[in-house]
């Protein structure tokens, strides 16, 4: 873990705040999308909504909250300057957003003349944001910085591939071309679960679960080597779906093999946290990895529509969700304080203490929110048309609350520092 952080290379405060900032509204987006199909978005995973809310969260909400964590993250731990030209980062913020939002209206309604823009929006937008972030992972980096920066280079590829994947599917969707869809789908769905989000939650992991749980560092073997194995499992089960279909799901266990062990591993290390308090992050790292064992579990199940349904609520919504709205939670408060303590007319009187800009307490109950939506999320699995739209209702509160919370927060930040006085 990077002890020696270089905040004076943060980027400028609008950068990664574009980026937390919006991802919320997307996940409420995704809720109300579940809400108005109600139990059709249970039937199956290929269901029109549902794979419109999909895509809501993994483009929307997750990929926009990553996109702004890694443009925070990577010039604060590695001492590499990361400066995109805003013109560049407000074009990739708002391709991003647009994009997710046509592709997820696309397969709701089946609008085959939108897959194709939808998909230029987003390659264009992940190209712009991703290739500022790709020289700079590619420099040197202090052995202290490389196990974060070997994951994210790694977890970048595993975006490439999805991308790429994903642009294939469209073209099939949008009638252009004629391609084996299920298998692309699978090997869409596992390259951007897996080799991306999950790739950069582990290591993510490594610098911030010392640095604000306070707890153990990871040992080294696992720092060195774990995404490594990650990805060249991802690999073998990829090579297996495509050649060997009827022993892809074999293939597959040592994947989830390895994402449970870094579960149990990340859990034993939070027991031996130096902090006593509980503040929100921790709990939603508990959540998190509690979800992220049970989406393993469920993996190896016999295969079949509701264990398919029930595992991508687990990954997305409590594993991959978990672990954002845990950050979220962390960081974006914690920039506008660094932001405001940069302002040359700041002094120790005027600025904001953190747990002021965000009270824990919004956190906690904003995590409570999201436990219940994700629990009754489960039970609209088993019976749909009794929970569908009260797991919808839950998680659109939740995600409006978290919403909100971040848009307070920059708000009392903003009306603190427009009373700072000329020094």
């Excluded at 483009?59 to 993250?73: C, D, E, F, P, T």
């Excluded at 560092?217 to 720092?223: D, M, R």
């Excluded at 990829?238 to 040592?254: K, L």
């Excluded at 529509?305 to 997305?316: P, R």
Aim: with cysteine; net charge positive; aromatic share 10%.
């Amino acid at each position: 873990m990077q002890r020696a952080l270089a905040y004076a290379l943060s980027p400028a405060p609008g950068a990664s705040l574009r980026f937390l900032l919006t991802a919320p509204w997307f996940a409420l987006l995704a809720a109300l999308l579940l809400l108005w199909a109600g139990d059709q978005a249970f039937v199956s995973r290929w269901s029109a909504p549902t794979l419109g809310a999909t895509h809501l969260l993994t483009l929307g909400y997750l990929s926009m909250a990553m996109a702004g964590a890694m443009l925070q993250l990577i010039p604060v731990v590695t001492g590499t300057a990361l400066a995109p030209a805003r013109g560049s980062v407000v074009t990739a913020w708002s391709g991003l957003g647009l994009g997710a939002l046509l592709l997820a209206f696309a397969l709701t309604r089946n609008t085959t003349s939108l897959f194709l823009p939808a998909a230029l929006l987003l390659a264009a937008s992940f190209t712009i944001i991703m290739a500022p972030i790709a020289r700079a992972l590619a420099r040197p980096a202090t052995p202290a910085a490389m196990p974060m920066v070997r994951g994210m280079r790694v977890a970048v590829g595993g975006l490439v591939v999805t991308v790429g994947l994903g642009a294939a599917l469209t073209l099939h969707l949008g009638g252009r071309a004629s391609l084996p869809v299920v298998s692309l789908t699978n090997l869409h769905a596992a390259w951007g679960l897996v080799g991306w989000v999950a790739m950069l939650v582990v290591c993510v992991a490594y610098q911030v679960i010392p640095m604000f749980q306070s707890s153990k560092t990871y040992p080294a073997p696992v720092t060195r080597w774990a995404v490594w194995l990650l990805a060249g499992l991802l690999a073998i089960w990829s090579a297996a779906s495509v050649g060997w279909p009827d022993y892809a799901a074999v293939a597959g266990a040592p994947v989830a093999a390895v994402l449970a062990a870094f579960a149990g591993l990340t859990a034993w290390l939070l027991t031996k946290r130096k902090r006593k308090d509980t503040d929100p992050t921790t709990l939603y790292w508990r959540l998190s990895l509690a979800s992220l064992c049970a989406s393993t579990l469920l993996y190896v199940l016999p295969p079949g529509e509701t264990v398919a349904l029930a595992t991508g609520v687990m990954f997305v919504g409590g594993f991959a969700m978990g672990a954002v709205n845990g950050m979220l939670y962390k960081i974006v408060p914690f920039l506008l304080w660094y932001h405001m303590q940069q302002d040359p007319r700041a002094s120790k009187a005027n600025v904001l203490p953190i747990r002021t800009i965000l009270p824990d307490e919004r956190g906690r109950r904003q995590f409570w929110w999201h436990s219940a939506a994700l629990l009754v999320l489960m039970g609209a699995v088993a019976w749909p048309e009794w929970l569908a739209r009260p797991a919808a209702l839950l998680l659109a509160i939740a995600s409006l609350q978290l919403a909100l919370d971040l848009a307070g927060a920059a708000m009392r930040a903003r009306r603190a520092q427009a009373q700072f006085q000329p020094s």
